[in-house]
Nanobody
Framework: QVHLVASGGGSVQAGGSLTLSCASS??????IYWFRQTPGKEREGVAD??????TYADTVKGRFTISRDYANNTVVLQMISLKPEDTAMYYC???????????????????WGQGTQVTVSS
């Protein structure tokens, strides 16, 4: 079973940037996506990437960029112009299917690993 590990989180001021990385334990052609969670709020799909397309949630469109390095089994999420409302625990996950849906929260049987905390102060 594939294992995913997210890293790169940290604390920045509003307007700053961070780059998150998702390392996979094995080569995968599956959809990889990022979702985030804040205590007391529902999980939110942020961005996803598959062999054919990249999709972003409206809340991050134009500020976040997702990319994939198949050679190193890594998916990167570049985040700029960060806002306090971007503060959350960020997770990378896989749908275990080749194509991605519109960004959405994770579903049962999908796989994700430990998250990485992003904190944006005003």
């Amino acid at each position: 079973q594939v294992h995913l590990v997210a890293s790169g989180g940290g604390s920045v001021q509003a307007g700053g940037s961070l780059t998150l990385s998702c390392a996979s334990s094995e080569y995968s052609r599956y959809c990889i996506y990022w979702f985030r969670q804040t205590p007391g709020k529902e999980r939110e799909g942020v961005a996803d990437i598959d062999r054919d397309s990249i999709t972003y949630a409206d809340t991050v469109k134009g500020r976040f960029t997702i990319s994939r390095d198949y050679a190193n089994n890594t998916v990167v999420l570049q985040m700029i112009s960060l806002k306090p409302e971007d503060t959350a625990m960020y997770y990378c996950a896989t749908t275990r299917s080749p194509l991605c849906p519109t960004p959405r929260p994770p579903r049962p049987r999908e796989i994700w690993g430990q998250g990485t905390q992003v904190t944006v102060s005003s």
